[in-house]
């Protein structure tokens, strides 16, 4: 068990003091995340964390597990973290020591929120009775590491709010049980809509941001680019276990010199900015931030027409294809870089502004600020969910 930098006895004071002036008493969230680490779910949980600054709101960062990265991302994000343990896949498992390490630093929380099963499994376990605990997820879980259905469906019942962030993780609630009047529409912060291109970017570009991996899709679009008569360059910006595979089968398919491996980037709208396409070829997507993010930067986007992206591209936002279809997403993507039914970018930039920090930090207050009057003031030790 390793302690990360913390959260001294006098910094809650200290921050609620120098914090801003909104007429309010200031709530103190205590953020339960099962993986800290560089990804969709652990940046949307860390912006609206420093958002919710401006409203008033003092956060707590609780950890089950972490990697250097998602420490380092967290602490640039002004987010003090405790982490319980490394490696312990707390993501999907529920885990009683977690629990009980977390009983103590939920006790004095005016709010939980807790992202990521095994983290809101611990939560409903050590979280004293009239605080109220919500709940966040992207996406359906699996279970890579044993079904834990049983265990999920007795903490669901601890919950006062769920926040499903597509139309898979609402499914993964409903069929856990949680009521439709706890269901809620899960919204993540974007940033970087007034981002400008770096200097030196290839024109025409293709862009491409997200982890590296399956599900995400960027095999297919290496397979979509090498269709294309004369493929531009193209930027897969992130990282994960793909990259080596992606970069021999960029060689294999005579594209070594056009495909870019730039790693993860803290600001993608600096390389996404200005390009001729964003490709969001995902097998599996509950919604998309970097479809958001170019939507927002008025950059054409195609996705696969799987999961949330129809939400997010739709009402002709963007231009949706089959998913694992490389022929199809070639052609969408030829007919985007020779200004052929290019969306009318007005309605992206529109639909992405509703995702800017001032939307969304208010709409997570508003919550917070009615679940801990609902919740009554008495205070119980909690029991693990059966």
């Given at each position: 068990m390793s302690r990360w930098p913390?959260?001294?006895?006098?910094?809650?004071?200290?921050?609620?003091?120098?914090?801003?002036?909104?007429?309010?008493?200031?709530?103190t969230i205590a953020r339960v995340i099962g993986v800290l680490e560089r990804g969709g779910a652990q940046l949307s949980a860390l912006r609206l964390s420093a958002a919710l600054r401006s409203e008033g709101f003092v956060t707590r960062l609780y950890a089950g597990d972490a990697t250097d990265e998602g420490i380092a991302l967290a602490t640039a994000f002004g987010v003090p973290v405790e982490t319980f343990a490394r490696n312990a896949h707390l993501q999907w498992v529920p885990s009683t020591d977690f629990a009980e390490w977390l009983r103590s630093r939920l006790a004095d929380a005016d709010l939980v929120h807790a992202h990521m099963f095994g983290a809101w499994?611990?939560?409903?376990?050590?979280?004293?009775?009239?605080?109220?605990?919500?709940?966040?997820?992207?996406?359906?879980?699996?279970?890579?590491?044993?079904?834990?259905?049983?265990?999920?469906?007795?903490?669901?019942?601890?919950?006062?709010?769920?926040f499903t962030h597509g139309p898979a993780a609402r499914a993964f609630a409903v069929s856990?049980?949680?009521?439709?009047?706890?269901?809620?529409?899960?919204?993540?912060?974007?940033?970087?809509?007034?981002?400008?291109?770096?200097?030196?970017?290839?024109?025409?570009r293709v862009t491409f941001a997200g982890r590296l991996h399956p599900e995400k899709g960027p095999d297919v679009l290496l397979e979509a680019l090498a269709m294309l008569p004369d493929p531009p360059a193209t930027l897969l910006l992130g990282d994960g276990p793909l990259r080596e595979s992606l970069t021999a089968r960029s060689r294999a398919l005579g594209l070594a010199d056009r495909i870019h491996l730039p790693g993860w980037v803290r600001s993608p709208g600096s390389y996404i900015a200005g390009a001729s396409v964003h490709v969001v070829p995902s097998r599996e997507e509950a919604w998309s931030q970097s479809a958001v993010l170019a939507l927002g930067l008025g950059v054409p986007v195609v996705g696969s027409a799987v999961e949330g992206l129809p939400v997010t591209l739709g009402q002709g936002r963007?231009?949706?294809?089959?998913?694992?279809?490389?022929?199809?997403?070639?052609?969408?993507?030829?007919?985007?870089?020779?200004?052929?039914?290019?969306?009318?970018?007005?309605?992206?930039?529109?639909?992405?502004?509703?995702f800017s920090p001032e939307r969304i930090a208010p709409y997570y207050a508003d919550t917070y600020r009615r679940l801990t009057h609902e919740e009554r003031p008495t205070r119980r030790r909690a029991q693990a969910p059966e």
């Open positions: 913390g959260w001294p006895p006098r910094a809650r004071a200290a921050a609620m003091a120098d914090g801003p002036s909104t007429g309010r008493r200031p709530l499994w611990a939560a409903a376990a050590a979280v004293p009775d009239g605080v109220p605990l919500v709940a966040s997820e992207h996406n359906a879980v699996t279970w890579p590491y044993g079904d834990h259905v049983t265990q999920a469906r007795a903490a669901a019942g601890r919950l006062a709010a769920f856990l049980g949680v009521p439709a009047g706890r269901l809620l529409e899960g919204r993540s912060i974007i940033e970087g809509f007034d981002a400008r291109a770096l200097p030196g970017l290839p024109c025409p963007g231009v949706l294809v089959p998913s694992e279809d490389p022929e199809k997403l070639a052609r969408a993507i030829d007919e985007l870089l020779h200004g052929r039914g290019v969306p009318d970018p007005g309605p992206g930039r529109i639909y992405a502004e509703r």
